[in-house]
């Protein structure tokens, strides 16, 4: 994988976790900002040049991973796509995710249910930070008891 290959693939990461906690963790009770004006606010949806990134080969990349948790932990150093993903994440959960793509969505379900289930003291610090109500691990093993059952 190239240089920029990897810079992408990275980029993808680094998207994916942000919308990871945006996606099923809802910010409930927190009023919007009054409307500056009459018009509906339309906002434009985050870049989608790389929605097509393999998330599979990022989360079995060990050390990839590892330096994208530690920047949102705020333990380690970030990229400029890191920093670009703290600065997304936030308006991402209080959005719950209405600027993502489908693909978006779908990578950051993948990558938060990837974390919960394969590397749970990684999710539990990421948690404490972005969703410390524990909101979007419940509803997944809610979700994941009832699969279990029908099956």
């Known amino acids: 994988m ?23 963790c809802r910010v409930e009770g927190l ?3 009054p409307a500056t004006s009459s018009a509906p606010m339309v906002e434009a949806p985050y870049d989608n040049k790389f929605d097509n990134v393999d998330l599979d080969e990022i989360l079995n990349q060990e050390r990839l991973l590892n330096n994208y948790i530690k920047c949102l932990e705020g333990t380690g150093p970030c990229t400029p796509d890191g920093r670009m993903l703290k600065e997304i994440l936030p308006d991402a959960i209080m959005t719950e995710c209405t600027k993502c793509t489908e693909k978006q969505r779908l990578g950051a379900e993948k990558v938060t249910n990837h974390l919960i289930d394969n590397r749970p003291m990684d999710w539990e610090r990421l948690e404490k930070i972005y969703d410390p109500e524990g909101t979007y691990r419940i509803k997944y093993q809610k979700m994941k008891a009832t699969v279990t059952e029908q099956a």
């Not at 190239?2 to 099923?24: F, K």
Request: glycine share 4%; aromatic share 4%; with cysteine.
């Open 2 to 24: 190239g240089r920029t290959s990897l810079r992408l693939a990275m980029w993808n990461a680094s998207l994916a976790l942000a919308v990871m906690c945006t996606v099923l």
């Open 31 to 33: 009023p919007h900002p």
